[in-house]
């Protein structure tokens, strides 16, 4: 089972930015597609973006376009959410979490496509 690791969250100013990282352990993290989802208080947890295991397609919601962006460094194993122009109604705990399937041609947008989640780190965004 893969183990995947958050950091980089914390406390910003509306309108700054932070870039959270996702660590995941083992040798296959170029074969599976990467997600990032987020849970505010009170609040069933959402979908903020997701690449494809090629790297090749990326989605994100409507609240975040724009404004955030994924990426990953392989040789790293880390998958990367660069979050800009950050608003209080981002306040949330951000999880990243692994497609289920190999090499799987999607780019997961619902949990069910998921197999694997990290601990989270929260993110608050202060008016």
């Known amino acids: 089972q893969v183990q995947l690791v958050e950091s980089g969250g914390g406390l910003v100013q509306a309108g700054g930015s932070l870039r959270l990282s996702c660590v995941a352990s083992g040798r296959t993290f170029s074969s599976y597609g990467m997600g990032w989802f987020r849970q505010a208080p009170g609040k069933e947890r959402e979908f903020v973006g997701a690449?494809?295991?090629?790297?090749?397609?990326?989605n994100y919601s409507d609240a975040v376009k724009g404004r955030f962006t994924i990426s990953r460094d392989i040789a790293k194993n880390t998958v990367y959410l660069q979050m800009n122009s950050l608003k209080p109604e981002d306040t949330a705990v951000y999880y990243c979490?692994?497609?289920?399937?190999?090499?799987?041609?999607?780019?997961?947008?619902?949990?069910?496509?998921?197999?694997?989640w990290g601990q989270g780190t929260q993110v608050t965004v202060s008016s």
């Open positions: 690449v494809s295991w090629s790297g090749e397609r990326i």
């Open positions: 979490a692994r497609v289920r399937g190999w090499r799987r041609n999607i780019v997961g947008t619902i949990e069910d496509e998921f197999d694997s």
